[in-house]
């Protein structure tokens, strides 16, 4: 069946650095693919998406271009803050329309 | 305007116990989800509704999970009896439409403890 898979964390980066985070998947046919965030005591909230190959979803600084070739959705900002610090969910949307998580990077960002 | 709303936040129960969980939907959302989210990991969708309609349950442990969505705004769902299996935290989520025409918007879950 579809899947994702993320790089493990949890990822800790100093303020201001380079963010990736690594997302694969797996389906059949085309999905629509996603990140959600989970800041600390909050729930789960889109972060941005891309339904189409080479689509580039941004927001907040965030980028994540769908590739089709390498069937990934990797997650990047240029410079993070502190307050970026939180779980980060890859996910895709499959044939029946149901969201497919992966397993959850954690990110802390010290000062 | 209101988020998706879940009661309890917290519930601590023996094995074998029934439990319940309360979702209030965003008004107007036609489209409401429950997820499991076990420690480290991301969540899983047990059951979907398209109003009243239960159009995807099929990772609903039928034995002891039974949801309901009466009038197609409020849903519960329930675990009886509980396992020490079904620890984790039980999401809701409500969105227009379907996942690919519109975003979900998430509660912010209730976390369950079976001891």
């Known amino acids: 069946g579809d899947s994702v898979t993320q790089m493990e964390g949890p990822v800790t980066l100093s303020e201001e650095a380079f963010l990736t985070i690594n997302c694969t998947y797996t389906?059949?046919?085309?999905?629509?693919l996603f990140w959600y965030v989970q800041y600390p005591g909050e729930g789960l909230q889109l972060l941005l998406k891309?339904?189409?190959?080479?689509d580039k979803g941004s927001n907040k600084g965030f980028e994540a271009t769908y590739r089709k070739e390498t069937t990934s959705f990797h997650l990047e900002k240029g410079s993070v803050q502190v307050s970026d610090s939180a779980v980060y969910f890859c996910?895709?949307?499959?044939?029946?329309?149901?969201?497919?998580f992966g397993q959850g990077t954690e990110l802390s960002v010290k000062p | 305007e209101a988020g998706v709303v879940q009661s309890p936040r917290y519930k601590i129960i023996e094995k074998k116990q029934p439990v319940a969980f309360w979702c209030n939907p965003i008004s107007g959302h036609n489209t409401l989800y429950w997820y499991r989210q076990n420690l480290g990991q991301g969540p899983e969708l047990l059951i979907r509704y398209e109003n009243e309609e239960a159009v995807d349950d099929s990772q609903l442990p039928k034995d002891r999970f039974s949801a309901e969505r009466l009038k197609g705004v409020d849903s519960t769902l329930k675990i009886q009896p509980a396992e020490l299996g079904d620890s984790a935290v039980y999401l809701c989520?409500?969105?227009?439409?379907?996942?690919?025409?519109?975003?979900?918007?998430f509660g912010e879950g209730s976390r369950l403890t079976v001891l």
């Open positions: 389906a059949t046919g085309y999905p629509s």
């Open positions: 996910a895709l949307s499959d044939q029946g329309g149901k969201l497919i």
């Open positions: 989520a409500s969105s227009l439409g379907t996942v690919n025409t519109g975003e979900l918007f």
């Open positions: 891309a339904t189409k190959a080479d």
